[in-house]
Every structure is written in structure tokens, then in C-alpha cells.
């Protein structure tokens, strides 16, 4: 399994098509790729212009297929326009009990 959070703050007036784009990538992640464990888009309580996605993936090659994937690279020219700042992803190993 690989863990990754991707960060992204977005500027104030774009709030509502940021959102629109990635409610649109969302559904198609799930619909689409069974590999893809949590696909989970979220608003920061503290300040309403920063997300994540908490995604795991079952392992490389389903991560390499998310980004190769129609949806994902369709959304790119949506949701970077609406982006305050270069968005930070980080992998993550997750850790068994």
C-alpha cells in the first residue's frame, strides 16, 4: 500500500470551481479504480481555502495508473488555474499494528 496526502490552497474566488473540478475527479477516481483503497477530498476547518486528498492506493502501479489516468490529467487544466500556490503531495508507507 501507498499512502499520499496532496495539499493544495486555493485563491478565494476560485473556491467554487476548484471544488466543482475535484468533486468531478473524485466520483471518477471511485467509479473507475478499484485499486484506489481511500480517495478522500477535505476542507481545512481552520482555514476554508486549503484541501487535501488522502488517497492509498494498493501499490505502485495503481498510484502510476491514477496519474496516467483520462480523469486525472483532464482535471489538471481545471484545478491549477484555481491554485494560490504549487500543490504539495507527500507519500506515506502506512504502519501495521
Not at 481511500?38 to 481555502?49: G, L, N
Not at 491514477?66 to 483532464?74: E, P, T, V, Y
Not at 489538471?76 to 507519500?91: I, N, S
Request: charge should be negative; hydrophobic fraction near 40%; charged fraction near 25%.
Amino acid at each position: 500500500m501507498i499512502g499520499v496526502v496532496a495539499t493544495m490552497k486555493v485563491k478565494p474566488e476560485q473556491v467554487a470551481a476548484f471544488e466543482a473540478a475535484m468533486r468531478e475527479l473524485v466520483r471518477a477516481t471511485r467509479a473507475n479504480e478499484p485499486g484506489v483503497k481511500v480517495y478522500q477530498f477535505c476542507r481545512s476547518q481552520k482555514e476554508p481555502t486549503t484541501y487535501i486528498v488522502m488517497e492509498l492506493y494498493q501499490d505502485q502501479a495503481t498510484l502510476d495508473a491514477h496519474m496516467a489516468s483520462d480523469w486525472f490529467r483532464g482535471a489538471g487544466p481545471k484545478l491549477m488555474p484555481c491554485l494560490a500556490e504549487r500543490p504539495m503531495l507527500e507519500k506515506y508507507d502506512p504502519v501495521e499494528p
